[in-house]
């Protein structure tokens, strides 16, 4: 844990975790969707998944503002 990385390694290991948070919100979005729906019959399950979607989207907004500071401020 006491490895020295340089900036670019850094910011590369930011940018991996910020794909991963993406595909990980858009999989949980989707999941909340298909267990959303009338037919699923899983409202608790639907809610998780609805909830851990926002938690991943929190995550992946974090990490845009560390990666390009006041970008969403900007664009509105």
């Given amino acids: 844990m006491t490895d020295v990385v340089d ?4 910011m590369r290991r930011i940018q991996r975790a910020r794909a991963c948070a993406a ?3 858009r999989a949980w979005r989707a ?5 959303g729906r009338a037919d699923a ?3 608790g399950a639907a ?7 926002v938690a991943y989207g929190v995550v992946l907004r974090v990490l845009d503002e560390i990666l ?3 970008k969403r401020a900007a664009q509105g």
Avoid: H, K, Y
């Avoid at 900036?7 to 850094?10: K, Q, R």
């Avoid at 999941?31 to 267990?35: A, F, I, N, S, V």
């Fill in 23 to 25: 595909q990980e919100e």
């Fill in 47 to 53: 809610r998780d998944a609805e909830v851990r979607g």
């Fill in 68 to 70: 390009t500071p006041g």
């Fill in 41 to 43: 019959g899983d409202p």
């Fill in 31 to 35: 999941r909340g969707d298909e267990l």
């Fill in 7 to 10: 900036s670019d390694e850094l």
